[in-house]
């Protein structure tokens, strides 16, 4: 079996729906797919500087982000 540590451009694609992402993982199994706790606080700085009428979206879209892997986020370390 095959797992995937995702990258946090594949998450903003996620995020955005785009390039068929979630079909894509959705047909290799979410239950073999991973993110790291670097690529959410990539996102985090993403949110924070992004423009401050796009920030309450792209929070929220990271919330979901959360939500989809909750259970398959990767500490940095242990």
Do not use: W
Not at 11 to 38: A, M, P, Q, R, W
Not at 42 to 59: F, I
């Amino acid at each position: 079996m095959s797992y995937y540590l995702l990258d946090t451009n594949i998450c903003i694609h996620f995020t955005k729906n785009e390039y068929g992402i979630v079909e894509k993982l959705d047909s290799i199994g979410f239950d073999n797919c991973f993110i790291s706790e670097l690529t959410i606080a990539e996102m985090l700085y993403g949110v924070a500087n992004s423009a401050p009428t796009k920030q309450a979206a792209n929070r929220l879209a990271l919330n979901g982000l959360r939500t989809a892997f909750e259970g398959h986020i990767l500490p940095i370390a242990d």
